[in-house]
T-cell receptor, first 115, second 112 residues
Framework: DGGITQSPKYLFRKEGQNVTLSCEQNLNHDAMYWYRQDPGQGLRLIYYSQIVNDFQKGDIAEGYSVSREKKESFPLTVTSAQKNPTAFYLC??????????????FGPGTRLTVL | AQSVSQHNHHVILSEAASLELGCNYSYGGTVNLFWYVQYPGQHLQLLLKYFSGDPLVKGIKGFEAEFIKSKFSFNLRKPSVQWSDTAEYFCAALYNNNDMRFGAGTRLTVKP
């Protein structure tokens, strides 16, 4: 069953702790993306990666870090430097590197709450 | 910064009513436009997209959208909605092939 998985669905952390959100895809897609969604706002791009071992900052990268050591995995770390980390995080992937015009396929999301 | 605005936060319609959801995007060079939909309990998925050519774009499930360059608009339409169209709809614009912006979304509720 092909698709994108994100785990866990709900995540709670204490303020000041780093936390890593998982995103895995078995679609053999080159490109992967991380978005953040806040109530009443659209999705905002945090980071994206077009190929393994390469990634680019999106609109709101401050306080986040990513890695892309394997094609199928693109974990996002929310660091203690992120001022407002409580949000819904969505991971997506698309077929071709360097082509934002490709259809993006989204995972189910992780809701992070920082206490 | 570029932005996308969706006029309606929540739209409630009866089955068989016609639908039009507004979407406006800010000017910013080359723009490609998308509508994504999220049905209850499902992942966000592409409904339709416009890159060039015929400004009237047809998507899945009977949806269509019209690109009106002079109005910076990309409104989503469906002549007759069904209960199964209940979902949240997101308009998005891709600027210069690398800057993707989403609107805040419009929640559509279709009453049976």
């Amino acid at each position: 069953d092909g698709g994108i998985t994100q785990s866990p669905k709900y995540l709670f952390r204490k303020e000041g702790q780093n936390v890593t959100l998982s995103c895995e895809q078995n679609l053999n897609h080159d490109a992967m993306y991380w978005y953040r969604q806040d109530p009443g706002q659209g999705l905002r791009l945090i980071y994206y990666s077009q190929i393994v071992n390469d990634f680019q900052k999106g609109d709101i990268a401050e306080g986040y870090s990513v890695s892309r050591e394997k094609k199928e995995s693109f974990p996002l770390t929310v660091t203690s430097a992120q001022k407002n980390p409580t949000a819904f995080y969505l991971c997506a992937s698309s077929i071709t590197a360097g082509a934002f015009t490709d259809t993006q396929y989204f995972g189910p999301g992780t809701r992070l709450t920082v206490l | 910064a570029q932005s996308v605005s969706q006029h309606n936060h929540h739209v409630i319609l009866s089955e068989a009513a016609s639908l039009e959801l507004g979407c406006n995007y800010s000017y910013g060079g080359t723009v490609n436009l998308f509508w994504y939909v999220q049905y209850p309990g499902q992942h966000l998925q592409l409904l339709l997209k416009y890159f060039s050519g015929d400004p009237l774009v047809k998507g899945i499930k009977g949806f269509e959208a019209e690109f009106i360059k002079s109005k910076f608009s990309f409104n989503l339409r469906k002549p007759s909605v069904q209960w199964s169209d209940t979902a949240e709809y997101f308009c998005a614009a891709l600027y210069n092939n690398n800057d993707m912006r989403f609107g805040a979304g419009t929640r559509l509720t279709v009453k049976p």
